[in-house]
């Protein structure tokens, strides 16, 4: 596609519920992160793939939080029993892994989906 | 730790003015480090980015430069629009462990007023 897609845009969940968010990476790039932006903070990293592996999920808060990539393209990020404090906007990335002098080239987001949970 | 700032927090300024955005990081040995700017309620727009080899970055009314040694970075606008209005980030990626994780600041928020 031309840029990152997320789906859906906002999703409003009752606590205690399972939500699934989707990121559609940039065709061909291999890297895809996943961030959460909570109201008034700055941008907190969760986890990143290269290709179909996560070689760093430092970032889950919690094992509610779990997320696949399959195919090297597709991701979608769960989050279970949600709770309140999971209210943020949740942005991925994606970027195209290069060896090289230049290594990563830039990284480019999705719009993000806007989590509200009541 | 590998951390990245940005000051000031907001900036206000009037139309027409030229204005510098700084953002420094701990650990001299970046990758690379990229600018991006956010709207209200949307996501990341990338503005410039800037190899660990490359001492500054153009675009239209935009310049980042990049000193390693002293671990900043800065973000020139040149004669400021209404449209500049937004928050700007910046992002630092590290090599180190081979992790490659953009690590974001808190961001600039900027307003221009007519």
């Known amino acids: 596609g031309a840029g990152v897609s997320q789906s859906p845009s906002n999703k409003v969940t009752e606590k205690g519920k399972d939500v699934e968010l989707r990121c559609d990476p940039i065709?061909?790039?291999?890297?895809l992160y996943w961030y959460r932006q909570s109201l008034g903070q700055g941008l907190e990293f969760l986890i990143y793939?290269?290709?179909?592996?996560?070689?760093?999920k430092s970032g889950l808060p919690s094992d509610r939080f779990s997320a696949e990539r399959t195919g090297g393209s597709v991701s979608t990020l769960t989050i279970q029993r949600t709770q309140q404090e999971d209210s943020a906007v949740y942005l991925c990335?994606?970027?195209?892994?290069?060896?090289?002098?230049?290594?990563?080239?830039?990284?480019?987001f999705g719009q993000g989906t806007r989590l509200t949970v009541v | 730790k590998q951390e990245v700032t940005q000051i000031p927090a907001a900036l206000s300024v009037p139309e027409g003015e030229n204005l510098v955005l700084n953002c420094s990081f701990t650990d001299s040995a970046i990758y690379n480090l990229q600018w991006f700017r956010q709207d209200p309620g949307k996501g990341l727009t990338s503005l410039l980015l800037?190899?660990?080899s490359q001492r500054e970055q153009t675009s239209g009314r935009l310049n980042a430069s990049l000193d390693k040694s002293s671990g900043r970075s800065t973000l020139y606008i040149a004669a400021s629009q209404p449209g500049d209005s937004a928050t700007y980030l910046c992002a630092v990626k590290w090599g180190s462990g081979g992790s490659y994780i953009p690590t974001f600041g808190r961001g600039t928020s900027l307003i221009v007023h007519p």
């Open positions: 793939f290269q290709g179909n592996s996560a070689p760093d």
């Open positions: 800037i190899q660990s």
């Open positions: 990335a994606s970027s195209l892994r290069r060896t090289g002098m230049f290594g990563y080239t830039e990284a480019f």
């Open positions: 065709s061909g790039h291999t890297a």
